[in-house]
């Protein structure tokens, strides 16, 4: 019997031991579960993510600290490629707010353009009548500090951040200017405005509006465009949607809204959803100038949609290079750090229903781009149809007449 009693201390101090190990077990896949957050499936799910991060936690020798939030953000970012589409992509805190303020047009801040290089962060331009401007900052000047936060081994995104900030605020810099002496330099922050488009007039009656991105902006300077063209006599209309790579749809509508009026502006089809047809706002005064539109391999996403809904509803020719052929839909979802993820939710079609995805909106009339490399030849080619009068409203007999002249006119 004591033999027996013997057997049985060890056994149960196994038993102890077994259901201690489990217990942890329990609890670090229970702690897992909640760094994961509620939407986590199971722990099985990330058992080789946490297997390979306690590896790098407690054997991985560096000078210098791990950090976390580095490798959080490398992890998620690392996710997203993963899945093999080059448009679903994450951004950090400094990307997604300069990306917001760009898409929104404008933002708090002093007037600069930033550069960066082994010597630091530095002024790499700066805006007429722009606070910078007034405070005397000049092109080459290095920013030790804004505010008290020093700018050694911040990036340049980082430094652009410390710069924005409230409208009528006062933000310090600390300036070194050919290696003399740092001095430091109050600030009024003011808003400033970033033009998604300029225009002139580059002939009697022929108006030019070159459109580099979509802000919410875009529609009210797109009017302004118009209304200053039309006092100056422009009676034509070029449009140039080279190299612009996109931005807000909405935007994109609002100007297809002066251009047509009425109609469909894009089509949308989403993840387990029927087709959705969005609208042009509807106008009872539109433009009504002959229409010449400018692309390119460049020309991409909210810009294609203004392109091939002004091909679909016969309301002007496109000129140029087919475009780049990025249909689909992204989504901005911000996270509690600041960071987001912009995920491709769906794809969207031209006003008639062609897809745009990797096929981009062929052009009336293709130009190549040999020849002269300071000779704008789209540019020319349009300008000369609209001042001959032969860009009116028109019909597949003018678009093929117009594509055999310009084969014969232009290699």
């Not at 229409?291 to 949609?305: F, K, N």
């Not at 032969?390 to 232009?410: D, E, G, W």
Request: contains cysteine.
């Amino acid at each position: 019997m004591l033999a027996k009693h013997r057997i049985a201390y060890p056994m149960v101090a196994l038993v102890l031991v077994v259901a201690m190990f489990c217990g942890g077990l329990a609890l670090g896949w229970e702690a897992d579960r909640r760094r994961l957050g509620r939407f986590s499936r199971g722990p099985e799910d990330f058992g080789l993510f946490w297997e390979a991060w306690d590896r790098l936690e407690r054997m991985f020798w560096s000078p210098a600290e791990l950090h976390a939030e580095r490798m959080t953000y490398g992890a998620t970012r690392g996710m997203l490629q993963a899945l093999g589409d080059p448009y679903t992509s994450f951004f950090e805190p400094a990307e997604h707010q300069l990306n917001a303020d760009r898409l929104r047009g404008e933002f708090g801040g002093i007037g600069v353009q930033l550069g960066g290089d082994r010597t630091g962060v530095f002024v790499a331009s700066v805006f007429p009548d722009s606070p910078a401007e007034a405070a005397g900052l000049l092109v080459g000047d290095i920013l030790v500090a804004v505010g008290r936060e020093a700018t050694a081994g911040l990036a340049v995104d980082d430094v652009r951040l410390l710069l924005r900030g409230p409208v009528g605020s006062v933000v310090e810099l600390t300036l070194e200017r050919h290696g003399g002496r740092p001095v430091t330099v109050p600030i009024q922050r003011q808003e400033i405005e970033i033009p998604s488009l300029e225009w002139e007039l580059l002939q009697p009656k022929v108006g030019y509006v070159q459109l580099r991105f979509f802000s919410d902006r875009t529609p009210k300077e797109f009017a302004q465009a118009l209304r200053s063209l039309s006092t100056e006599g422009a009676s034509a209309l070029i449009l140039d949607l080279r190299g612009n790579g996109g931005g807000v749809v909405e935007a994109a509508v609002g100007v297809l809204g002066e251009l047509l009026g009425k109609g469909i502006a894009y089509r949308e089809v989403a993840k387990g959803e029927a087709e959705t047809r969005y609208p042009v706002p509807f106008r009872t005064e539109v433009l009504s100038w002959p229409l010449a539109v400018l692309v390119d391999a460049g020309t991409a996403s909210s810009a294609e949609i203004v392109a091939a809904a002004v091909r679909d509803n016969g309301r002007g020719l496109l000129y140029g290079q087919t475009t780049f052929g990025k249909g689909s839909v992204q989504a901005v979802f911000p996270l509690e750090d600041g960071s987001s993820v912009h995920l491709t939710v769906g794809r969207w079609l031209s006003s008639d229903g062609h897809a745009i995805e990797d096929l981009g909106v062929v052009p009336d009339i293709p130009i190549g781009i040999d020849g002269d490399p300071n000779e704008d030849q789209v540019l020319q080619a349009a300008l000369s149809d609209l001042q001959s009068g032969l860009v009116q409203q028109p019909s597949p007999v003018t678009i093929a007449l117009l594509c055999n002249m310009k084969a014969m006119s232009v290699k």
